[in-house]
């Protein structure tokens, strides 16, 4: 399918790709699987492999494509992808990752506790976007902002799994603490608490000259 095979498409929302492609459309399903690709970063941040971040990413649309005929346009179509993600993702460490890997500190968190809806304003991240500013700077300035991306990267490997996934979604979709609850099977104090924990813990991590304009 090309571009302009697409554009039929301009403006339907994710739910009625996948209604359509339940129905038969071939090509909205092509059109939603593209509108997904750039998640196989957010995968690669995640697992820590873009081999292992690809097959978890295609497995999902695997077990999508098998579960097409009981779609059921009950939730955000984004909120069923990323829960389909996170079970395999759980899955994979489940048999895996180490006993650390798979613990969070487990404190408590209060309605005073603050996170910010955006937890990354000021840090010299955001892939795409920040390899974009990073080309428009002077070399030195450029050197700079890609030493904060890998601080920030490593810095995000070496935290939890829980924390991490936690983070991401929250970046990656901007869901709701409810809605990135649901996704992880935890309840919103949950996910306050690993984002809090995991900004900390970035913060400590990332040189402060990397937090700014």
Not at 89 to 110: G, L, N, P, V, W
């Amino acid at each position: 399918m090309n571009d302009r095979d697409g554009s039929r498409f301009d403006g339907t929302s994710d739910a009625a790709l996948m209604i359509r492609y339940k129905e038969g459309d071939v090509d909205a399903f092509n059109v939603l699987y593209r509108r997904y690709s750039n998640l196989k970063n957010y995968m690669s941040y995640l697992v820590g492999s873009k081999t292992l971040a690809e097959d978890i990413f295609q497995e999902a649309w695997i077990r999508i494509i098998k579960a097409s005929d009981r779609y059921e346009e009950t939730a955000a179509f984004k909120t069923y992808f990323f829960t389909i993600m996170h079970r395999l993702i759980a899955d994979h460490f489940r048999k895996s990752a180490t006993k650390h890997e798979q613990s969070i500190y487990e404190e408590e968190t209060t309605d005073t506790d603050y996170v910010s809806e955006d937890p990354f304003d000021n840090i010299s991240m955001k892939s795409e976007e920040t390899q974009e500013r990073v080309g428009r700077n002077t070399p030195d300035k450029q050197a700079y902002l890609l030493e904060c991306i890998r601080y920030l990267e490593a810095a995000l490997s070496n935290l939890p799994l829980e924390q991490r996934e936690t983070l991401l979604l929250k970046l990656e979709t901007s869901k709701s603490y409810e809605e990135i609850g649901e996704v992880l099977d935890v309840g919103r104090e949950a996910v306050k608490s690993r984002l809090r924990y995991a900004l900390r813990k970035l913060r400590l991590s990332v040189p402060e000259e990397c937090y700014g304009d």
